[in-house]
Structures are given as C-alpha cells and as structure tokens.
C-alpha cells in the first residue's frame, strides 16, 4: 500500500511541471508511461499503478499492480444500540475483511489520437495475471455482565466475530482495525480486466483521465467474508463467493517519458 501511495503522489508532481500541448512545438517520441490511480467497483475500491512500453505508435505493454478492498453485497454498517459517540460502527455477520493484490500483463490500443489542447484520446485496454487475496478476522468489543448478589458491572472483552455468541444486543462496537493482522489467510487466483479509457490531459507528456470497464477474479477456493449461519437466515439465500465480477471506474494521473 505504501508504495503505490507513494507512485501515485510521485506522478501527480511530475504531472505538474509537464509541457503544455502547443502549436507548432516539435513532436517527441515518447517510449514509456507511467501512471496511477484510484479505482471505484461494486464490489470495493483501490489504488493501482501501471508501467506502459510503447510497442508502436498505437500499442503498449502493460505491466499493472493494484491493492483493492473488496465487499460482499450484504454488506450492510449496523450502529451500535449503545449510545457512545467513540464506538465505531460494525457490520453484523461480517466473519473477514477481504483484500487483492494483483499482479500483470496487458495491451493498451490507441483508437484515436489527441490532435490538438482540450482533445480526447480515445482506447481500449485489457489487462490478466496472478492475484492474491487475503482475510483478516474481525474483531468486535462484545459487553459481558458480571453480576453479583450487591452490583452489576458491566465490562467489555475484544473478540473474534461469532454468529452463535454475538448479537446486536451484546455487541458495543468494532474493535481496531488492526486486530487479526497475525491471522491473515491467503487465497491465490487468477485476474482479467477490460476496458476504455479517455484521456484528456491538456499537457503533451501528461496523461488524465477516466477508464470504465469490467473485471473478473477467480480463486481456487470460496472467500468466506460474511458468515454461513448469517446469510443462511436471508430469504434471499446469498452466498461467499469464488468470483467475484464486476464493473469498474478509474481515475489515473501519468506522465510519458523517453530515454
């Protein structure tokens, strides 16, 4: 995550001190990109960075990474019924947070060139390769009573979601994000992505722009995000899933360079 963060802000300040698309100013040939950028789908969000060859003048190699967190659709932020304005919202029945890193190949088309300031450039790209998906645990701040024949004191313990001991009732709020970082499971699996993109930057060796498309991973085995026993009480019979697909929106900021 940190060094995608860090290309992706490294490129915005390139972007900055790029030459404008003038008239008459001499055409470079550029041989490589670079770009970055922020990825909203139905199923989560990311970040992702690309690294571009220019094979020709309308086709580049990609080589692609990306960070996404991923969501199962019943998904659903629930506030706890105690009224305390630091407790942190939770998702009932959420078993594991899921998160991809994706590693990969692909082809950039150019379809139509940016002739002039203020133009679009308009292609298609597709992208395929390993991805590695991984859960954390969630952990909850569950209220437990301590009763005796004089008080009741009421104390808070830090556990690990459990749809057979953990209701609303009990439940105070969501533990730190940072529990179960030690319980990280990994599932591998294969990617592929395609899409077009308009690119509109007004500087000649700056890209900007939009990219929508659809994207499918598949993994050898069913994430478990969402609890069994939950999702079996919904009359609409949901599911983990295996696949996950998708369609998507990027936004990306570049720079093109030349030896």
Not at 129 to 146: C, D, M, N, S
Not at 197 to 213: A, H, M, P, W
């Amino acid at each position: 995550m940190r060094i995608l963060c860090i290309c992706f802000f490294s490129l915005l300040s390139l972007c900055a001190g790029a030459q404008n698309v003038g008239d008459g100013e001499p055409d470079i040939i550029y041989d490589r990109q670079q770009l970055a950028g922020a990825n909203l789908n139905l199923n989560g969000y990311g970040i992702f960075y690309n690294y571009l060859k220019y094979k020709d003048a309308k086709h580049l190699r990609i080589y692609n990474i990306d960070l996404n967190f991923v969501k199962h659709e019943k998904e659903t932020r629930t506030p706890s019924i105690y009224q305390d304005p630091q407790v942190k919202s939770y998702i009932y029945g959420k078993q594991n947070t899921f998160y991809t890193m994706r590693l990969g190949l692909g082809q950039k088309v150019v379809l139509t060139e940016k002739l002039r300031k203020g133009g679009v450039q308009l292609g298609y790209n597709w992208q395929s390769g390993a991805v590695l998906g991984f859960t954390k645990p969630v952990y909850l701040q569950i209220v437990y009573v301590r009763q005796t024949p004089e008080t009741e004191d009421y104390f808070i313990e830090i556990e690990k979601f459990d749809a057979d001991r953990h209701f609303a009732e009990n439940i105070y709020g969501r533990a730190s994000g940072l529990r179960g970082l030690g319980e990280l499971k990994f599932y591998p699996g294969i990617y592929f992505k395609s899409s077009l993109y308009f690119e509109f930057s007004n500087y000649k060796d700056g890209l900007k722009g939009i990219e929508t498309g659809v994207s499918a991973d598949a993994f050898l085995k069913t994430i478990p995000i969402m609890s069994t026993k939950v999702l079996e009480k919904d009359i609409s019979n949901p599911k983990n899933h295996q696949v996950f697909i998708a369609l998507y929106i990027n936004f990306f900021l570049g720079k093109k360079e030349n030896i």
